[in-house]
């Protein structure tokens, strides 16, 4: 606690670091749809590029929030390089390798209209990876093989194709657009994607991307040091701690960005730091704005404030909120928090924070908030002095309390309340109910299992799918079964899923992804906490694990309620009637989240958790929806194969077509329409067959024996 409070006095720049930082907010390559187009077409190229590098000038430095070519040995004499034209990250000058769209970092904002018609065209200009692009929080209803999840909705495009993406612009909000094939989003494979309702007069906006950074490691690099031992200088690595004293990560950012752009800090405590350019957002005094946040990183969760100001929050993924007016907010890789802002202080320049949750660590992102007028200098504010008679309000904490000195609290999702008229959580009705425990693991499982991507579209190739869950019977790897994980979801039922985090592996939370819906938010379940502390005790008390071993040494493969009378939705404390929306929720460590879609999206959609190497490495499952239902894919779509020679006599037919059966027949109405249509075409060829006995015994009589012979073919009976 002592080093945080201490943190928070001296890591902000001190008044010897005024300096001069001109950024402009979006990237010129920006894409703004006419509100008066029916379609809107745009492209995207992905391709690899450097930080720190200008297209003609070269490498460039950071000096006083501008950046110089490398020769320029007295910047005070020199030209600047344009801030647009480079990526900066946070400034540092051994450059990153990054996987970008439109050679910009975060690629180009593309901004349309509610119920247009997107059309992009994705070209992949890398040498070797394929690429995909996942349009997060759209629930593409119609459109379900336009997701973009590599083997599951669609070939990925391979090194030098084009595939182009078409679908409809719904719901309306905050979103982004992202690659799902391995860890390129956080190699930079990105951008921001806004859907704007049709309304009159909005306030002017600005929107805030905010991730973590590292100068070497992307997260495949982490993984394979977390796994294989994290070792540097011949020293063992230390965890990060979050809050609540559970161990965060192995996983180290050297910085923040926001947009794109952050600096390196040498010393957090003397403020010294590279004077790498940031992210100003302007705005007029007097005026209110409207600010579209975006979880864009590989795993932290930052708090993120505003000196001077308050923030009040109005909507999270695309769903309004009853406004709520807080000190600062928590967002997790993939959450999207829109929240206004009056620009009601003294003309001057004010820092926005973005720190992580760690405890050990300092990791944080920082922009300026520029008045129009203002000296354009580095702010020297500091942040809101939380105290016993004005505590600080933190929305979305993934734990109970922060410790009770910070005189800090917490509000939590759940306590948050839909303003949509009418639209309350889907109801329980008998036989047309389900309700599933997902538990989430920290090693990269759900219930056990890692998921494993097909060699083939799934949507469009079920039947040539071969890696099904049940292929892991008496294969296991230790413990842990990979497969193609998928939970199957009758057509319009009420579903209801507990996403959990307890057993052996229970710790930091995970921001748990879903796609083709936004869920119904009911409940949040806690594990013990000390309040004084705010210390972790113990895991949720309300949830039990199958099996002998207790809770903490169990790895918790099956879940259920502690108290059975509680299934069937008859839990205590759920929202119903005005519970928030989202796809995106954070399960706290050794806790739970009640959530319930109604299953009227047919697809195949993948429920994952956003901390990118988690899902990279199984943490996820495919929610299979009435697949009978799902609309065909259009004429040409591309299909894919495993390149492996297989000859008939290896290929398991019964366990290949366990996947077909389950996705063809999924659902009670789709078995009904099934036998329909198997009777009308039985009763049809037997019609068939008698008319042409008729009709031939006829015929018999008149014609000759070889026209007879020419429809003998319809007889069983040898010639
Ligand atoms: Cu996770």
């Known amino acids: 606690m002592t080093s945080v409070l201490h943190y928070k006095k001296t890591m902000w720049p001190s008044r010897y670091h005024i300096f001069i930082f001109i950024v402009h907010l979006s990237s010129a390559a920006s894409y703004k749809c006419d509100r008066t187009a029916r379609v809107c077409e745009t492209s995207l190229t992905v391709q690899h590029y450097l930080t720190m590098t200008h297209p003609v000038n070269s490498t460039v430095y950071p000096s006083r929030g501008k950046l110089y070519d490398y020769r320029v040995t007295d910047p005070s004499t020199s030209p600047t390089v344009p801030v647009d034209d480079v990526i900066t990250a946070d400034g540092w000058e051994a450059k990153r390798l990054v996987i970008v769209v439109n050679r910009t970092l975060p690629g180009p904002d593309i901004v349309v209209y509610e119920g247009q018609t997107l059309i992009v065209h994705v070209t992949n200009s890398l040498a ?123 996983l180290k950012a050297h910085s923040g960005l926001i947009n794109g752009r952050g600096r390196y800090y040498f010393n957090y405590e003397t403020g010294s730091h590279n004077e790498a350019p940031l992210t100003v957002y302007k705005v007029k005094q007097g005026s209110v704005y409207r600010f579209r946040a975006i979880g864009v990183g590989a795993l932290y969760p930052f708090r993120v404030s505003v000196d001077g100001h308050m923030i009040t929050v109005i909507e999270s993924d695309g769903f309004p909120i009853q406004p709520m007016t807080v000190e600062s907010f928590i967002i997790n890789p993939g959450e999207r928090y829109d929240f206004t802002l009056v620009a009601n202080q003294t003309i001057g320049n004010y820092w926005i924070r973005g720190k992580t949750l760690e405890m050990n660590r300092v990791t944080m992102a920082e922009a300026i908030l520029r008045y129009d007028t203002a000296p354009e200098n580095d702010p020297v504010t500091t942040r809101k002095d939380c105290k016993v008679a004005d505590v600080c309000l933190v929305l979305n904490c993934p734990f109970q309390f922060y410790p009770a000195s910070e005189n800090i609290k917490c509000v939590f999702f759940d306590q948050l309340r839909s303003t949509i008229p009418n639209d309350p959580a889907p109801e329980v009705v008998e036989g047309r109910f389900s309700e599933y425990f997902l538990n989430f693991f920290s090693e990269g499982m759900v219930n056990g299992k890692m998921f494993k991507f097909p060699s083939v579209a799934a949507l469009s190739q079920p039947s040539a799918i071969t890696t099904q869950c049940e292929k892991c019977k008496g294969m296991k790897m230790m413990q842990m079964c990979m497969c193609t994980h998928t939970l199957n979801l009758d057509a319009d039922d009420t579903v209801q899923i507990v996403l959990s985090n307890i057993g052996s592996q229970a710790g930091m939370s995970h921001p748990i992804h879903m796609h083709g819906h936004s869920f119904y938010v009911l409940k949040t379940g806690f594990g013990k906490y000390n309040a004084t502390t705010g210390r972790f005790l113990s895991q949720t008390e309300d949830l039990a694990c199958l099996g002998s071993l207790p809770k903490e040494q169990n790895m918790c493969d099956e879940v259920i309620w502690a108290n059975q009378s509680w299934r069937n939705g008859n839990i205590p404390g759920l929202e119903l009637n005005n519970p928030p929306r989202k796809d995106t929720i954070t399960i706290p460590g050794g806790g739970y989240v009640v959530i319930r879609i109604k299953a009227n999206n047919p697809g195949l959609w993948f429920l994952h958790c956003h901390i990118e190497f988690h899902a990279t490495h199984g943490m996820g499952l495919l929610l299979n929806e009435s697949f009978a239902n799902v609309p065909k894919v259009p004429p040409g779509f591309p299909t894919c194969s495993n390149f492996e020679k297989v000859s008939s006599a290896n290929v398991d037919s019964k366990e290949t077509s366990v996947f077909a059966a389950d996705t063809l027949f999924s659902g009670n109405i789709s078995v009904t329409i099934f036998w329909i249509v198997v009777g009308v075409s039985a009763a049809v060829i037997l019609s068939l067959i008698v008319a042409l006995v008729i009709v031939l015994r006829s015929s018999r009589k008149a014609k000759t024996k070889g026209s007879f012979e020419a429809v003998a073919c319809y007889h069983a009976e040898p010639r």
Request: charged fraction near 15%; glycine fraction near 8%.
């Open 128 to 250: 070797s990876d394929s690429v995909t692009i996942h349009w997060h929080g759209l629930h593409q209803t119609g459109t379900p093989y336009m997701d973009g999840v590599p083997f599951v909705t669609q070939c990925p495009i391979a090194a030098g194709q084009t595939f182009t993406y078409e679908f409809q612009a719904y719901p309306p909000g905050t979103f982004w657009y992202h690659s799902h094939v391995g860890s390129q989003r956080t190699k930079g494979m990105f951008g921001a994607l806004i859907i704007l309702r049709n309304e009159t007069n909005p306030i002017p906006e600005h929107i805030l991307q905010i991730q973590e950074w590292n100068h070497n490691w992307d997260s495949d690099y982490g993984f394979e040091m977390m796994v294989y031992g994290l070792v540097e200088n011949r020293t063992q690595f230390i965890p990060s701690e979050s809050v609540d004293g559970t161990l965060f990560s192995l």
